[in-house]
C-alpha cells in the first residue's frame, strides 16, 4: 500500500524517515514542509553515537560523515582567571559510539542536515522513476492548522493552501507546532520539561590559539563558556548559563538584538575569552539561543498525526543523544510502517513505534549523575572544586579506562547493500540499547560492586587467622567448623532464593536489602557474648552475603556489554583476592593488635559506602526490569521449601561430621541417622526441584545443559579445595609453627597473591581470546600437585618449600576458580542471567560448606588418634577444649612435640583432601564442551544487522 505522507522539519530526523521508508518502498508520495526558506544549514557541532552510527551505514551515509567529520582531538578545561589547564580529555576515536566529551562522529549539524537532505532527493528521484511515488521538498511553509478524519489528515499551510494525507510525521524540533496541533497547547508545553540551562551558540573567526583541542572554561554566578575549532575555517563560540529567574524563562520572546544584550550583562566580567566571546556574539549572523530541556511525552502519536525525534523524546544536549534518538526513532518508524503492510494498518504501525522505541529513549533521556547544576558553581570555591576533579580524573585517565568498559556499539552489519526495513532489524535496532553506565557513574557501580564482593570475600577468610583468638575467648575447638561452615551453608542455601529475588524484585532493592542483612549479621558477629551466638551472626552474614554474591555478578550483567563482563569478573576476582590476602591479614592483626570482634565491625562502614554509592548511581535498565507477577507467584518462585531441604540437608551432613568419631563413633546410631537424613534430603531435593521446573531454586532446565551441569560440579570441588587451603594454612602456621596471627597471615601472601595474579591473568585471557575452557583442567590439575606437595610440609619444615608450594597452589586455582561463572553467564539469554549466576554462586557456596567442613572432621578425627599415640599423657578432650593458639600456654613444654605431631598429622589429611578436591575437579572439566565464548548471549542483541 502507497502512503501521502506530510513530514514536518526538514532537520535531521525528517530526510532520514523519508530516506528510511522510500527504501522499503518507493510508492510513497512523501512532502517535507520547511519553515525557513532554505535548508537550515546552520547550528552547533553535533556528534552520532550510539545506534545512530549503525543507522547512518545502512542509508550508506557513514563514509560521508566520516569524511566531513571534525577533526577535534578533545576538550580542555581551563581557569577564567589564569587561562592554566585543570585537565584534557582526549578523543574518543574507538570507532564504536561510546560516551566521550569529544567523539569520534563529531560534524556539524549542517553538514549531516545537507547529508540527509540529499539522500532523501536520490531517493525521490527513483522512487519517481521506478514507482509511483516520489518525494518534494517546500521551503518556507508551516503547518498551521490540522483536521483529523477517519481516512485522513486535512493540513492547512501558512500559505492559505489546505491538503489532505495519510500520515502526518511531526519531525520539527522540540518547540514543534505540529505536536502542538494535534495534542492541544496545554499538553503541549507540559510535554516540555526545562533544565535551568541556557546555551547560545555562534560562529566566531578563527585565531591563532584556537587549534584542533576544543577549550571549556567554568566561572563563577553559574556561567559556561567553550569555544570549538577543529580544521574548519572559522570557529564555534558556545555561553551557557544555569537560571531559572523569569528574565531567562522569558528570554525566548526577545528579539534577537535583546537576547545578545542579555547574555552580554550575563557574562560581564567571567574572564577567559569572555571579551571575545561578547565581541564576536554581536557581529553572528547565525545567533542561537535557547533553553534546554527534555520533552516527555505519554502518547507520541494522536490519530494519524506521530512526532519523531525531539519534537516527542527531546533527551537535551546533556545526553549527547538528540542525534542518535531523531535517526533511531526515524529507522524504527520507518521499519513500522513498512512492517504492517506498508501503512495498510497505520494504527498498529504507530502503536508498535512506540512500543519498540520507548526503552531506548527512557534510557537515552537518562540525565548525568549530580543533576543538570552540578557542573554550574556559584562560588569561585565551587568552580575551584570541580576543576581539581576534573583534573584528578584526567591525570587516572579515567576517561581511558571507561573507554575500555564502558558499553559500545558495534556499527552493525559490514554489508551495506541496500535492504528492506524489516521487522527484525527493527527490534535489533533498538534491542542494543546504550542501556549500560558509562564514565563516572561506572566508576561508582563497579567500585561500590567491587568493595561489596570484597566484604564477602573478607568474611570468608579473615576468620581464618581470627580462629585460634576465637577459640581462646570462647575455650574450646568444638564449634570451629561452624565459624566456617554457617556462613557457608546459609550462603550456598539463599542463593537461588536471591537469584529468583533479582528476576522478580527490583534488583536495585534487593541489592541494597543483601547488603542490610549481611551488616546485620556482621554486628551480631562482632557483639556476640557466646560461640553459639557467633555460629548464629555468621549465618545472618551468610543469609545477606548469598544475596551480594549473586547481586554482584548481576550488577555487572547489566552494567557492561558481555564482551567486556570477562574483564570486570576479573575485577571482582582481583578483590575477591586482595579480600583473600588481607583477610589472614588483617584478622591476625586485628585480633592481635585489637580484638577479634574487629573482624566484623570493620564490615559497616564499608558497607554503609557502597549503599550510598549503588542506591545514587546504579539505574536500573530496562532489560533488568521485573518481571510481572502476583506476589504469591513471586514467593512461590523463590521456593521456600527447596531452600529449606538444602538447609537441612547440609545441616544434617555438617552435624554427622561434627560429631563422627569426636563426641560419638561412626558407627552411633545419631551419626548413622544424620547422614541417612542428609542423603534423603538430597534426593528429595532433586525430586522437589524436578517438579519445581522454573519455580525451583535450582532450575532442572539448565542443568540440561552440558557445560552448565559439569561446571556446577567442578565449582563445588575446586571451591571446597580452595577454601580448605584457605582455613588450615592458617593453623600450620599457627599451631604447628608457633607464629602469631600477623606472621600467619604474611607466610599465607605467596598464595594469596598467586590466587589474584592468576584470576586477573585468567579473566584478561578469555576476555581477549574467548578461550575458557581449555584453562579449567590445566588449573585443577595444578591445584591437585600443589595439595600433594602440601602434604609433604612437617615441623619445621624449611620456607622455600612453603612459599613455593603455596605458589603453585595459588595458580592453579586462580587461574579457574572464575571460569565456571564466566562460561556460563556467556552461555545462557540475559533473561536467565541470574538464575545461573545463583546457580554458580550456591556451588562455590556448597562445595565450601560440605568440602571444609569434612577436612576440619577428618583434622579432629586425626588429631584425637594420633595424639593417644603421639602424647598419651595428653587427654583429646582436653585438647579440643584448647584453641590452637594457646597450645603453647596450655600443655607442659615436655607434651608440646608430641602434640605437635598430632596436629600435623591432622591438617596432612585436609591436604590430602585437598588434593582429592582437584583431582575430581579435573576429571570433571574434561567433560564440559570446549565451545569459545559467545559474547553475544546474556544481552537483548549486540550487533544491528539486517
Not at 552440558?706 to 592458617?730: E, H, Q
Not at 562445595?847 to 571444609?852: F, P
Request: net charge positive; aromatic share 10%; glycine share 10%.
Amino acid at each position: 500500500m502507497s502512503l501521502k505522507i506530510l513530514v514536518s522539519g526538514a532537520g535531521v530526523a525528517g530526510p532520514a524517515f523519508s530516506t528510511l521508508l522510500l527504501r522499503a518502498n518507493l510508492s510513497h508520495s512523501i512532502t517535507v514542509a520547511e519553515r525557513s526558506q532554505a535548508l537550515r544549514k546552520g547550528g552547533q557541532q553535533i556528534d552520532i553515537r550510539a545506534q545512530g552510527i549503525p543507522v547512518m551505514q545502512k542509508m550508506g551515509l557513514l563514509e560521508a560523515v566520516r569524511a566531513r567529520v571534525v577533526a577535534e582531538d578533545g576538550i580542555a578545561f581551563v581557569d577564567a582567571r589564569s587561562g592554566h589547564q585543570w585537565a584534557m580529555f582526549s578523543k574518543n576515536d574507538s570507532g564504536k559510539g561510546r560516551q566521550a566529551f569529544s567523539s569520534e562522529y563529531e560534524i556539524m549539524r549542517g553538514d549531516l542536515v545537507d547529508l540527509l537532505y540529499c539522500a532523501s532527493l536520490e531517493r525521490g528521484r527513483e522512487a519517481q522513476n521506478r514507482g509511483n511515488g516520489g518525494l518534494r521538498y517546500v521551503f518556507g511553509v508551516y503547518v498551521i492548522g490540522i483536521r483529523q478524519f477517519g481516512d485522513g489528515v486535512e493540513v492547512t499551510f501558512s500559505d492559505g493552501t489546505t491538503e489532505r494525507f495519510d500520515l502526518v510525521v511531526g519531525a520539527d524540533g522540540q518547540s514543534s507546532r505540529t505536536r502542538r496541533l494535534a495534542f492541544g497547547h496545554e499538553e503541549s508545553n507540559a510535554a516540555f520539561k526545562p533544565l535551568g540551562i541556557n546555551q547560545a551558540y555562534f560562529a566566531i573567526p578563527r585565531e591563532e590559539k584556537d587549534n584542533r583541542t576544543a577549550q571549556a572554561c567554568l566561572t563563577t554566578k553559574r556561567r559556561f563558556m567553550a569555544t570549538r575549532g577543529g580544521q574548519r575555517p572559522t570557529a564555534q563560540g558556545y555561553l551557557s548559563v544555569f537560571s531559572d529567574s523569569a528574565e531567562w524563562m522569558n528570554s525566548a520572546r526577545l528579539s534577537v538584538g535583546e537576547q545578545k544584550e542579555l547574555w552580554a550583562r550575563t557574562f560581564k566580567g567571567a574572564g577567559w575569552q569572555e571579551e571575545r566571546l561578547v565581541r564576536e556574539m554581536y557581529n553572528a549572523e547565525d545567533f542561537y539561543a535557547h533553553r534546554i530541556g527534555q520533552v516527555v511525552m505519554r502518547n507520541w502519536s494522536r490519530g494519524r498525526v506521530v512526532l519523531l525525534g525531539d519534537a516527542g523524546y527531546c533527551p537535551s544536549p546533556l545526553t549527547g543523544m538528540g542525534t542518535a534518538c531523531g535517526l533511531v526513532g526515524a529507522y524504527v518508524l520507518a521499519g513500522e510502517i513498512s512492517r504492517h503492510g506498508h501503512g495498510s494498518d497505520l494504527h498498529a504501525a504507530l502503536k508498535s513505534y512506540e512500543q519498540v522505541l520507548r526503552p531506548f529513549t527512557v534510557e537515552a533521556q537518562k540525565l548525568p549523575p549530580g543533576g543538570t547544576g552540578l557542573m554550574y558553581k556559584q562560588t569561585q570555591f565551587g568552580v575551584g572544586v570541580i576543576n581539581r576533579v576534573l583534573g584528578t580524573l584526567s591525570a587516572l585517565r579515567v576517561d581511558k579506562m571507561m573507554n575500555r568498559l564502558s558499553s559500545e556499539n558495534r556499527g552493525g552489519s559490514q554489508n551495506e547493500e541496500e535492504e528492506k526495513v524489516e521487522t527484525e532489524v527493527v527490534v535489533a535496532a533498538v534491542s542494543d540499547i546504550d542501556e549500560f553506565p558509562t564514565g563516572f557513574a561506572l566508576v561508582m557501580i563497579v567500585s561500590a560492586v567491587i568493595m561489596t564482593f570484597f566484604l564477602v570475600s573478607l568474611d570468608m577468610t579473615i576468620v581464618a587467622t581470627a580462629i585460634p583468638k576465637i577459640t581462646d575467648d570462647f575455650h574450646g575447638l568444638s564449634d570451629v567448623s561452624w565459624y566456617s561452615s554457617a556462613f557457608f551453608m546459609t550462603t550456598a542455601g539463599f542463593q537461588s532464593t536471591w537469584g529468583k529475588a533479582y528476576k522478580y524484585f527490583p534488583i536495585k532493592i534487593t541489592f541494597l536489602i543483601s547488603i542490610g542483612i549481611f551488616e546485620l549479621g556482621s554486628l551480631l558477629c562482632g557483639a556476640a557474648p557466646a560461640s553459639s551466638i557467633l555460629v548464629i551472626g555468621r549465618a545472618v552474614t551468610g543469609v545477606g552475603g548469598a544475596g551480594i554474591g549473586s547481586g554482584c555478578y548481576t550488577l555487572i550483567g547489566f552494567s557492561v556489554q558481555p564482551s567486556k563482563r570477562p574483564m570486570l569478573t576479573g575485577l571482582v576476582g582481583t578483590s575477591y583476592g586482595i579480600a583473600s590476602v588481607l583477610g589472614p591479614l588483617l584478622g591476625g592483626v586485628l585480633s592481635n593488635k585489637a580484638s577479634w570482634r574487629w573482624c566484623f565491625y570493620i564490615n559497616l562502614p564499608i558497607g554503609a559506602v557502597s549503599i550510598g554509592a549503588i542506591l545514587y548511581f546504579f539505574k536500573t535498565p530496562v532489560a533488568a526490569m521485573p518481571q510481572e507477577a502476583s506476589l504469591k507467584e513471586k514467593m512461590m518462585q523463590m521456593d521456600p521449601l527447596g531452600t529449606v531441604i538444602i538447609m537441612g540437608a547440609v545441616i544434617s551432613l555438617i552435624l554427622a561430621f561434627q560429631k563422627g568419631g569426636q563426641t560419638d563413633p561412626w558407627s552411633a546410631p545419631t551419626v548413622i541417622g544424620l547422614i541417612v537424613s542428609s542423603v534423603v534430603l538430597a534426593i528429595i531435593f532433586v525430586v522437589w526441584e524436578t517438579f519445581q521446573g522454573e519455580r525451583a531454586t535450582i532450575v532442572p532446565r539448565l542443568f540440561q545443559q552440558r557445560t552448565v551441569f559439569f561446571c556446577f560440579m567442578f565449582l563445588i570441588f575446586l571451591a571446597g579445595g580452595y577454601y580448605t587451603v584457605i582455613y588450615n594454612l592458617p593453623q600450620y602456621f599457627q599451631a604447628v609453627g608457633g607464629t602469631s596471627p600477623i606472621e600467619s597471615g604474611v607466610r599465607n601472601l605467596p598464595f594469596i597473591i598467586a590466587v589474584s595474579v592468576a584470576s586477573i591473568a585468567a579473566g584478561s585471557f578469555v576476555s581477549s581470546t574467548g578461550i575458557a575452557v581449555p584453562l579449567m583442567p590445566i588449573g585443577a590439575i595444578i591445584a591437585t600437585v600443589a595439595g600433594a606437595l602440601f602434604c609433604t610440609l612437617g615441623i619445621g619444615t624449611e620456607p622455600a618449600k612453603w612459599i613455593s608450594y603455596q605458589v603453585l597452589a595459588g595458580i592453579g586455582f586462580g587461574m579457574c576458580i572464575q571460569l565456571p561463572m564466566i562460561i556460563c553467564q556467556s552461555s545462557v539469554d540475559i533473561s536467565d542471567l541470574a538464575s545461573i549466576t545463583a546457580i554458580m554462586m550456591f556451588s562455590q557456596a556448597i562445595g565450601a560448606a560440605i568440602v571444609v567442613s569434612g577436612a576440619q572432621t577428618a583434622f579432629a578425627n586425626i588429631l584425637i588418634q594420633r595424639v593417644q599415640t603421639s602424647a598419651p599423657d595428653v587427654s583429646p578432650e582436653a585438647l579440643v577444649t584448647v584453641g590452637s593458639g594457646q597450645l603453647r600456654k596450655a600443655f607442659r613444654p615436655d607434651q608440646i612435640p608430641g602434640i605437635l605431631v598430632a596436629y600435623m598429622n591432622g591438617i596432612t589429611i585436609t591436604f590430602i583432601v585437598v588434593a582429592g578436591a582437584g583431582a575430581l575437579a579435573f576429571i570433571l572439566s574434561t567433560y564440559i564442551p570446549w565451545k569459545r565464548l559467545n559474547h553475544s548471549k546474556g544481552q537483548k542483541a549486540s550487533t544491528l544487522s539486517a
